[in-house]
């Protein structure tokens, strides 16, 4: 097991001093890194690829077996001893920087969302209110590339495979590609003329959207938007990568003064065909082996006969009156006084929309239930996981709390937490702004018996693991270890901890 040494720093009383401590600790973490700012973004062929690895398995949340040490009510660093070797150093929505050295990435935040930085050994992904983003990556097949955007101003790409370099700026030219759902563009003088291209079909677009032609393997289309337009493909039969012959369905679409008049046959060379015609909103139709569609009035009177999911529904107007019944899909709605929907996966209930509201789900694999009252008011959600026999639940009453039961059986709760219901997944609000408003955070391991608790942002903190108690009072500056292998002790004034320097000396 690894231990680190981290420089100890003296604080004296006065927030001249407290707020230097905070920026000497803010360079401090992030030097840990590798290398400076300067070398995390350079631009060599070392340190490179295209996409940020995610890492599911290391939570945000620590297991309790680490060192924290409070600065102040807007300061703290965790080292977390380990699989993963993780670090942690936050100032609540100013700044944060995570490091788990056994998978080499770090995470850098200043004031999250505007500002981000992420690396994942030797990709990286550096963005800027969404709009200037700086990504380096390497993919599975070996090549390198460098990408840059100003979003939607300026696009950049340089690759060590000479042919997938581009660049582009709006609205000039460019030749972009693997960008904006598409394999390929290239334009001039946008909206004059634009040509893109997706897997073998081509579309050249003059004064987009409104002229284009389209050409591609078995298919071809044309269109003068709004007033007419057409798209035939015709089915063929292709061979897979283990040599199976595989069909791919063939269409036939035209439309009449969109949105007006619509007509489409599609799946056609399949076990499914469907053709659907309408005059919008007077009538339209949808007729297959599987499925009936018919609609009068659109949105007043809708009619649906699913065979293939052996049920039938009437809606009148969709989505306020709504009945189905069968094998397939039963449901009742009258919006918004009540809304009762079944079938053999899933429920979704309501009663006085939007004040209850009840989803649940179940494949055999993974079973959830959730219930809100006024959308993010109040929320209970719990997830079983079938394979590994774990469960999950958490519960927030917003802005009051949030409570949390992990699969590792780690319980959490924070007193008064305004952010984190919003963002139930999001590790980096999680981070970044639940510590910045709960006034009480408890986390305890229900199977180890470890736990930290803290009141009013470390004002107040006590610790228990296994071997070791904690209590500290003033944001940390006065602090009691009870300690059974090195003994009992108080830290005054963030002094030198006595089993850390001790354990990192071993």
Known sequence: MKYYLKKEIIFHPGIKKYLFGICILSIMQFQNASGSIFDFLSLSEESSPQKLSSSEEYSVRFTLEHDYQAYGPWAFYQEEYNAADQSQFTVPILFSYNRIRDIDLMELDFLYPIFTIDRFEKEYRLQLFQILNWVGGQNSEGEITKRYTLFPLLFY???TIPNNNYWGIMPFYGNIRNRLWRDEINYIMLPFYVQTRKKDIITKNYLYPFVHMRKGEHLKGWQFWPFIGQEQKEFSICTDIWGDEVTIPGH?????????????????????????????????????????????????????????????????????FVFARGEGKTTNRVFPFFSFSSSPTQERNFILWPFWKETSFDNQIIQTKRERILFYLYSDKEEHYTEFNKSSFRTDLWPLFSTILTTDNIYIVDMLSPVAPLFHSNKSVARNWTPAFSIWHLEENRETGSFKESFFWNFYRHEQKQKQKRWGLFWGLIEYVKDQEHGNYWRIFYSPDRSRVKESRK
């Open 252 to 320: 036939d679409k035209r439309f009449y003064f969109w949105p007006i008049g619509i007509s489409q046959k599609t799946g056609i060379g399949s076990e499914n065909p469907e053709n659907f015609w309408g005059i919008i909103p007077f009538y339209a139709q949808m007729r297959s082996p599987n499925r009936d569609y018919s609609v009068v009035l659109w949105p007043f009177f809708n009619w649906v006969n699913d065979r293939g999911r052996a049920y039938r529904e009437w809606s009148m107007p969709y989505p306020f």
């Open 157 to 159: 790409q340089e690759s």
